[in-house]
Nanobody, 122 residues
């Protein structure tokens, strides 16, 4: 089983940067594609970004493209989300997750972290 622990969330002013980390542990973690999702109060969980297990492919939601960067360090079993030019609408709980396929579809992700809160003030 894969365990995921997010960190790096907090309160940040609009326009500022923040980097989230997701530490993975467990067998075969290097073979997992990984993604970030977020959920704001009263809204459905939505896709943010995904990265292939080889890190050769990435994809982003249109709302975060050019502002967020997903990356991974397989040697450290860690996933990252660098968020720049943050907006109040980015406020949400951010989750990392793993999948056997490179996809934006939430149903395809099997293991999930507990989430980390990101709050962007106006």
């Amino acid at each position: 089983q894969v365990q995921l622990v997010e960190s790096g969330g907090g309160l940040v002013q609009a326009g500022g940067p923040l980097r989230l980390s997701c530490a993975a542990s467990g067998r075969t973690t290097r073979n997992y594609n990984m993604g970030w999702f977020r959920q704001a109060p009263g809204k459905e969980r939505e896709f943010v970004a995904a990265i292939a297990w080889t890190a050769s492919s990435t994809t982003y939601a249109d709302s975060v493209k050019e502002r967020f960067t997903i990356s991974r360090d397989n040697a450290k079993n860690t996933l990252y989300l660098q968020m720049n030019s943050l907006k109040p609408e980015d406020t949400a709980v951010y989750y990392c997750a793993t999948s056997w396929s490179f996809t934006t579809t939430m149903r395809a992700y099997d293991y999930w972290g507990q989430g980390t809160q990101v709050t962007v003030s106006s």
